[in-house]
């Protein structure tokens, strides 16, 4: 779980007892789980999760509980090929998950899980025990073992063409040799143990280089409380530290561009999704998964069939979906919010008649512009910074997260504050029955830090559900937001704009713990609660 956002002290906590805790992001009253995307199921036989295997026997001899075998060959060699296949859920032809199968195969050629079958004789028998569990096992070190046994498979990339081939991953040392300078080399796709010493004048990686450099020189910056120090040039050989310290920088380098490839393959919206840490080796948080809209817990349905649509030529000129709920439209001609906080925003839903190009459609398209998840350097964990400018009253984002009770989420809450994090939304618009806990499931708004002078303002939209117990939560600008700046919004913000005093305890008998608040803006009201 990734450190406490901005202005949270992880140490400090106060709630007022019976109503909303501190630890809640937000307010908006007006006044079967995703996987990460990896190869994820592996077919094992036994219980040490062993490849799974085609046993084969000369004929007239016989297997307990099977028909006798005769002899034959696989046209593909590679063992493994049936066990890597990264297809979750697949068993062999004719099989169920923990079974076993006897299949018997013609003096035609098939096909079975990637195997081809060329028998000899005119009969030929396959003894398949499969059981499918989830493979947690990454992409990268199911090449390796490929490789080191010399094996193909191409569900995972490794054919006969490319099973030899040597691709610079990253740098791991350095040393000189009699004037020459060598660099310790980490093949792509190859285990540690076929790391080679090669000279420089063979590298042809000029990133690589100056990543190895960069890394080298940070780590040399941040010895001695900051103190920098200056490399010397007549080193011929790098201290263990140092080296330590780069491998760990390019396996992270590696992790989070991963993470950042997984985002943009999971996010339905234009904007591209960027990863950046460039402060400590801290890599992808290992329990989120993103999702791009509400996921409700059991027990809750979320209603996403609208009741109702306009049938308007122009949504901007005629009577359109929030006239009929009694409000204006939200948005002006350039896409910009023109009403208050804390007045609902309706937009036309899947029974208008209107088109995707309507200007009342706006929230429901996403985030239209590139977005970094970055590590901050002030020790708040990670933020959410644009990389481009964005006009003042935009639209910027949704708030997404698994939708739970408001019981369920004082439970949590108490969680999460002894562990200094902070990801509840109270969907109290109308009611007070739902909050969206951002913690586990959630997108980039998960990374977003609190200000007390925040460049972001909560809006409640209601598009396809149009149940006022459960509106969206969007976000949009507050002022011109250049790029590289950070986001962020007020996590004690009701969509009225006014801040919330149910985290307050005003009880004179019992002594509040302040949460200190970190934002460092100027207008910051040193706390949090």
């Known amino acids: 779980m990734r450190a406490a956002p901005l202005g949270i002290d992880p140490k400090a906590h106060v709630g007022k007892p019976g109503r909303r805790p501190a630890h809640r992001r937000g307010s908006i009253s007006p006044a079967a789980e995703p996987r990460p ?305 804390g007045t609902p925003i309706y937009e036309c839903n899947s029974r208008c008649r209107c088109g995707p190009d309507c200007p009342n459609r706006i929230v429901q398209k996403g985030t239209r512009y590139s977005l970094c998840i970055f590590r901050t350097s002030n020790g708040c964990g990670w933020g959410v910074k644009t990389l481009v400018k964005i006009k003042r009253m935009s639209f910027v984002m949704e708030y997404v997260g698994e939708v739970i009770t408001s019981e369920e989420a004082e439970r949590r809450g108490q969680l999460y504050d002894n562990k200094g994090i902070t990801y509840l939304f109270d969907l109290d618009y109308e009611s007070d029955e739902f909050t969206v806990d951002a913690a586990r499931y959630g997108n980039v708004s998960h990374f977003v830090n609190h200000s007390c002078d925040p460049n972001l303002q909560v809006f409640n939209v209601f598009i396809d559900n149009l149940d006022t117990r459960l509106p969206r939560i969007a976000l949009f600008s507050t002022r011109t937001i250049h790029a590289g700046e950070e986001l962020t919004f007020d996590y004690q913000m009701k969509g009225s704009g006014d801040i919330s005093s149910d985290s307050i305890d005003h009880s004179p008998a019992k002594k509040r713990v302040r949460t200190v608040c970190k934002c460092g803006a100027v207008t910051c009201r040193g706390y949090l609660n």
Request: net charge positive; with cysteine; proline share 7%.
């Open 37 to 341: 995307l990896r190869d994820r199921v592996t077919p094992t036989e036994g219980r040490n999760s062993r490849p799974l295997r085609v046993v084969r026997k000369r004929a007239g001899r016989r297997r307990q509980g099977g028909p006798p075998l005769t002899s034959g060959r696989l046209a593909d060699s590679s063992l493994l090929a049936l066990a890597l296949q990264p297809h979750a859920g697949r068993t062999g032809a004719g099989l169920n998950e923990s079974s076993t199968r006897w299949r018997r195969l013609g003096p035609r050629r098939e096909e079975v899980r990637g195997w081809s079958a060329a028998p000899r004789s005119p009969e030929f028998y396959f003894l398949i025990v499969a059981w499918c569990v989830p493979c947690l096992v990454s992409l990268d070190t199911l090449q390796e073992l490929c490789r080191k046994e010399k094996l193909t498979c191409k569900s995972i990339g490794i054919t006969k063409r490319n099973l030899n081939n040597y691709e610079v991953e990253y740098l791991c040392d350095y040393k000189v040799v009699k004037d020459m300078e060598y660099y310790l080399v980490k093949w792509k796709g190859w285990p540690d143990s076929t790391n080679t010493w090669e000279p420089l004048q063979n590298l042809k990686c000029p990133l690589l280089l100056r990543q190895f450099y960069n890394d080298k020189h940070n780590y040399l910056s941040q010895v001695k409380k900051g103190k920098a120090i200056i490399p010397k040039d007549n080193d011929k050989t790098l201290k263990p530290a140092i080296a330590e310290y780069i491998v760990k920088k390019a396996k992270q380098r590696i992790a989070l561009q991963r993470w950042q490839d997984e985002l943009n393959r999971r996010k339905n919206h234009k904007g591209m999704i960027f990863v950046e840490n460039t402060v400590d080796l801290e890599g992808p948080p290992s329990n989120f998964y993103y999702i791009n809209e509400y996921k409700p817990a059991p027990g809750i349905s979320l209603v996403n069939e609208a009741t109702f649509g306009c049938s308007c030529t122009d949504c901007f000129f005629e009577k359109c979906c929030p006239a009929e709920a009694g409000v204006v439209l939200a948005y002006n001609k350039n896409q910009q919010i023109r009403i208050p906080p």
